[in-house]
């Protein structure tokens, strides 16, 4: 098997990756593509595990087939840490350590760079991550980390410019616009018919338990 980040794989490599992710989490192929293409050598990058020769003859994969996926991003506020985020193995591909070699993958990168923790959330694989050496932890990172990021870059970026006049006053020196005529205001529309009285609707049920992500850290 061999790493590759989803900027240096080829099209048919990203076309399989977007696929995969699909089967699982639903989307637009185009922008799930764009958001692949986005990847880069700083993160947030996408990491795609791609099946060699060797690999097929051994357990029949074809040369080139991308069989798992993990997204590493910048843990929101803990500029030590990072977060792994859609994890995904190929589903008939599951229970041959391809997940383990994915993580490993991931983690091996993060640490390259410098990060200590790495944090991760899962709603029914905590047996498997707690294999791997994560342990429970509080909520301390958030998901959507890439569009706040965004957003915060461009807050840094806009700027006003002084020099610009009021728009209250920027065209004081105008001549006054011709008075219009009066118009008449509409007439009030009619009442609306009776009707039965409305029944709120019945209340939602709690979260199920075992919907609920729990959050993971591992020390790098």
């Known amino acids: 098997m061999r790493v590759v980040s989803a900027q240096d794989a080829d099209e ?18 185009g922008a799930r593509r764009s958001a692949l293409q986005r990847s880069k050598e700083t993160l947030p990058l996408s990491l795609l595990l791609v099946a060699e020769e060797k ?85 301390c990172v958030s998901g959507l980390t890439d569009a706040l990021r965004r957003v915060r870059q461009s807050l840094k970026q806009t700027t006003i410019d002084p020099s610009q006049d009021d728009p209250q006053t920027q065209h004081s020196h105008e001549a006054p616009a011709s008075p219009q005529p009066a118009h008449k205001p509409p007439p009030p529309p009619p009442p609306p018919p009776p009707s039965a009285p409305l029944v709120p609707p019945p209340p939602l049920p709690p979260p199920s338990v075992a919907d609920k992500p729990t959050w993971l850290v591992k020390r790098l």
């Not at 991308?66 to 997204?71: F, I, L, N, T, W």
């Not at 590493?72 to 997940?99: D, K, Q, W, Y």
Request: with cysteine; charged share 20%; hydrophobic share 40%.
């Open 55 to 139: 690999d097929a003859e051994s357990n029949g994969l074809r040369p080139g087939q991308v069989v798992a996926h993990a997204k590493i991003s910048e843990a929101l506020e803990i500029p030590t840490a990072v977060l792994f985020e859609s994890v995904i193995v190929c589903e008939t591909l599951r229970g041959i350590g391809l997940g383990r070699q994915i993580m490993c993958a991931a983690e091996d990168f993060a640490r390259s760079r410098g990060y200590k923790h790495a944090y991760l959330s899962t709603t029914d694989k905590q047996a498997f991550y707690q294999h791997l050496g994560y342990t429970e932890t509080d909520v």
């Open 12 to 29: 048919a490599a990203v076309q399989e990756a977007v696929q995969l992710l699909n089967a699982t989490w639903p989307r637009s192929d």
